[in-house]
């Protein structure tokens, strides 16, 4: 049985959602602790695909799936395979629509066992370009920025659409946190537009804002300033609210967070749902944040250690 496999995981923005599609750099994390990984088997038959919300063959996938479909349609035809004859199995721990990457993750995992299935060694640009094939299906604009992340082993420095691997020689702990709401991105970047359009002198600035943010919070990162990392973290957060991304749910995420000690929190991804980040010093920190979280209405929590690369 001729077999592919390809992986990629989760991610979080530490700065720079929606300016990034503006042309602010960004900065975003890894979430190698929740990964997804596809198995691609030639097998007689049709084209088929097996993952949680569906399975069946891939030409009559719900709507759900239309951004994963174009991404396999697209890549075998790029590697030249056949439509058909292939099974193909999507596993991951990654919760759809909560601005953690999923949707590049999963069309990244795809690509990498397509390509594998063909004994095809794509290219950075390939991969990307393949990748995009489904993030424009699902949120029209994509910067790229969750194509990279999704497939970086390292922090990203994101700007103009290149990705650069970020040395952080920090300690913290990220909490991050679902507020069971489902993140709407495509709708979240069209309000960014609309803001934009009509309140263009205040959307210029917040755009400006949150990319001095990223700057910033990178020399934080690089230079092991976490309290300041978290304050610029806070600051984000209000101009992502102005800019009307963040929603009431987020906010009590975000307050609770910081009444329980967070140095910094925000919300993370594509917002209007979806998860909210916030910084701890430590693991006792994150413990006391982690259950402020759930108290005010988090339905799940993870951790991801940022260190410094020696510590991983
Ligand atoms: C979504 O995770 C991040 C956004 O900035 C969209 C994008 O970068 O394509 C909201």
């Known amino acids: 049985?001729?077999?592919?496999?390809?992986?990629?995981?989760?991610?979080?923005?530490?700065?720079?959602?929606?300016?990034?599609?503006?042309?602010?750099?960004?900065?975003?994390?890894?979430?190698?602790?929740?990964?997804?990984?596809?198995?691609?088997?030639?097998?007689?038959g049709p084209l088929t695909i097996a993952s949680t919300p569906y399975t069946g063959v891939l030409h009559e996938v719900p709507e759900l799936l239309d951004a994963p479909r174009a991404v396999v349609l697209a890549t075998l035809d790029h590697v030249g395979l056949p439509h058909e004859g292939i099974r193909i199995m999507v596993e991951g721990d990654v919760p759809p629509a909560r601005g953690l990457g999923s949707s590049a993750a999963v069309a990244g995992a795809l690509v990498r066992a397509l390509a594998d299935l063909a004994g095809r060694d794509l290219t950075e640009a390939?991969?990307?370009?393949?990748?995009?094939?489904?993030?424009?299906?699902?949120?029209?604009?994509?910067?790229?920025?969750?194509?990279?992340?999704?497939?970086?082993?390292?922090?990203?420095?994101?700007?103009?659409?290149?990705?650069?691997?970020?040395?952080?020689?920090?300690?913290?702990?990220?909490?991050?946190?679902?507020?069971?709401?489902?993140?709407?991105?495509?709708?979240?970047?069209?309000?960014?537009r609309t803001f934009l359009e009509r309140r263009p002198m205040r959307g210029a600035a917040l755009m400006t804002g949150l990319g001095a943010l990223a700057q910033g919070?990178?020399?934080?990162?690089?230079?092991d300033r976490p309290e300041a990392l978290g304050e610029k973290m806070t600051q984000a957060q209000g101009m992502l609210r102005e800019l009307?991304?963040?929603?009431?749910?987020?906010?009590?995420?975000?307050?609770?967070?910081?009444a329980a000690g967070a140095l910094g929190a925000k919300l993370t991804g594509g917002g209007q749902g979806g998860c909210i980040i916030a910084l701890a010093a430590d693991d006792a920190a994150a413990d006391r944040i982690d259950l402020a979280l759930r108290e005010a209405g988090a339905i799940g929590t993870w951790r991801h250690r940022i260190g410094p690369e020696e510590d991983r």
Do not use: N
């Open 217 to 223: 919070g990178a020399l934080d990162l690089t230079g």
């Open 244 to 258: 009307g991304v963040s929603s009431p749910e987020l906010d009590r995420l975000v307050d609770a967070a910081l």
């Open 1 to 44: 049985l001729r077999t592919g496999r390809g992986k990629a995981h989760a991610k979080v923005i530490l700065f720079g959602e929606h300016a990034v599609v503006h042309g602010e750099p960004a900065v975003a994390l890894p979430l190698a602790e929740l990964p997804v990984r596809v198995t691609a088997e030639a097998v007689p």
């Open 126 to 192: 390939e991969y990307l370009d393949l990748v995009a094939v489904g993030e424009r299906v699902a949120h029209g604009s994509p910067s790229g920025l969750d194509a990279a992340a999704t497939a970086a082993a390292e922090p990203v420095w994101f700007e103009a659409g290149v990705a650069r691997r970020l040395a952080t020689r920090m300690s913290g702990v990220l909490v991050v946190a679902d507020s069971g709401v489902k993140g709407r991105t495509r709708h979240a970047v069209a309000s960014v």
